[in-house]
């Protein structure tokens, strides 16, 4: 298992600079460039020359590469030109409402997703297994902007249910330890606070929980679908087993299996498609952040942020084959 582990790790090596080199030249391409972005009409050709030999951007590409990967190396991911804080610090500081936005969106999904599936798998073929599975693709067909302003106006504006902007209110006295606002309300017995900062995910991760619904419902309904039908389901049922003890201990624990493993790669995608979402609600994570960058051409926290985002990602796909592997030995001989 540890050299299944060490072969693993070694390949995220050159996926991330891979990564690096398109990310750089991806940056690189955009129009506009951040001189203009800062400048906006004031941008005399003087003063962007100013700005890009101040920031090196007057250099040759190559030489801005490796300059830049010389401080990935070093651990210096640069600062913003436009807010003048470092990348490290503003990720750290926008990663917990990001991460809170997603775990909340996953558990939609799972506990939506999950009986739907369970639903569609043990009627596999009928009316009813069509309907589940044309509703859970509705998630996939209809856009998260769109669905999120719907959610917004809907149950926001008209009928006043949720909350619309930010992650809470500014007028509840609340200690903020860890900058997960849910967490830090539980841990700090402001339990008023904490059902403040969920009503304010509500519909965000409603918007987004959509996005895995779709996988679950089906992973769930095709494995469901198959393990009924496993010799030790029928042998299960020839004894005489409660219906409801059959599909728990035979038929959910295994059907659950595909579905668990592909949960952290469900979680990636989350944190890596929040931008809309945050954007839409207000919420100061990581997408609005990186919204704001990519209107500003801000190069260093565009490159930090994604880079980061990469990572977290590869390393969700790292430990969900490193289940995998646990669960099936053949695959660490893959």
Known sequence: MLRFAVRRLAMLVPTLFGLSILLFAWVRA????PARA??????????????????????????????????????DFGSSIKKHETVLSAFADKLPATVELSILALIFAIVVGVPLGYFAGKRAGSTADATVVSFSLLGTVTPVFFLALLLKYVFALKLNIFDTVGRQDPRIEATHTTGFYVLDGIINGQFGAAWDAVMHLALPALALGTIPLAVVVRMTRASVSEVIHE?????????????RTINIRHVMRNALLPVITSLGLQLGLLLAGAILTET????????????????????????????FIAIMFTLVTLVVDLLYGLIDPRVRES
């Open 38 to 75: 800062l400048l906006g009409q004031k941008a005399t050709p003087s003063a962007i020359d100013a700005i890009n030999k101040a920031y090196g951007f007057d250099q040759p590409l190559v030489q801005q590469y490796f300059t830049y990967l010389g401080s990935l190396l070093r651990g």
């Open 231 to 243: 010799d030790y389901v029928r042998t299960a049922e020839a004894k005489g087993l409660r219906t």
């Open 30 to 33: 955009l129009p506009g460039g």
């Open 280 to 307: 839409v609600f207000d919420l100061d994570g990581i997408g609005q952040y990186l919204y704001e960058a990519i209107r500003d051409r801000d190069y260093p926290v565009l490159q930090g942020f994604i880079l």
